[in-house]
């Protein structure tokens, strides 16, 4: 009897440590973007997310503004269907957090506090970056870009007189369109 208990502790001591440690954390820096926009971007992106793959059946959002932190929790489900076996139907929830770190660069902690296999973190936390990404580039280049020594912005070019999409005028028999 006491053999038995003694093989099983060892045993028992690995699943504990590894329940201790059940959530999981990333950060990806904006180093591009003053920190105003990623914020934002990451409301967006937790307001109206965007999956390839899943349908999003709930989503509550809760937005903190003063700490720049949100918690979001989803209800996600989807059909799978492989070659070789039936069909069936995926259905998840989702706990999950971003934080914006007041440090510059902006620098995006999203977290979870689920257990969770951490390459399927690693998936959620790439796709909440690239959405993040996403809008930010939405919402087009930052006039002067964070960094630039000059902080000026681009110099302005010749403009065209006409408006786009103007037509121009048709060349009289055996000349040349005006350019």
């Known amino acids: 009897m006491?053999?038995?208990?003694?093989?099983?502790?060892?045993?028992?001591?690995?699943?504990?440590a590894a329940l201790a440690g059940c959530s999981h954390e990333?950060?990806?820096?904006?180093?591009?973007?003053?920190?105003?926009?990623?914020?934002?971007?990451?409301?967006?992106?937790?307001?109206?997310?965007?999956?390839?793959?899943?349908i999003v059946i709930g989503n509550d959002v809760l937005v903190d503004e003063s700490g720049r932190r949100i918690v979001m929790s989803r209800d996600l489900k989807r059909d799978v269907v492989t070659p070789g076996l039936a069909p069936h139907r995926e259905e998840e929830k989702w706990r999950l957090t971003a934080t914006l770190e007041s440090a510059e660069p902006p620098t995006v902690r999203f977290s979870s506090p689920d257990w969770a296999v951490p390459a399927h973190f690693w998936a959620l936390?790439?796709?909440?970056?690239?959405?993040?990404?996403?809008?930010l580039a939405e919402m087009g280049p930052v006039t002067p870009p964070p960094g630039d020594p000059i902080g000026g912005a681009a110099a302005t070019g010749k403009r065209d007189p006409r408006a786009p999409g103007h037509v121009p005028e048709k060349p009289a028999d055996g000349g040349l369109a005006a350019p």
């Open 26 to 54: 990333a950060s990806h820096v904006y180093d591009d973007r003053p920190s105003g926009d990623v914020w934002q971007a990451m409301k967006q992106a937790a307001n109206q997310p965007r999956y390839a793959d899943w």
């Open 125 to 135: 936390a790439d796709q909440y970056f690239a959405q993040v990404r996403l809008r």
């Open 2 to 16: 006491r053999d038995s208990v003694a093989r099983c502790l060892p045993a028992a001591a690995l699943v504990a």
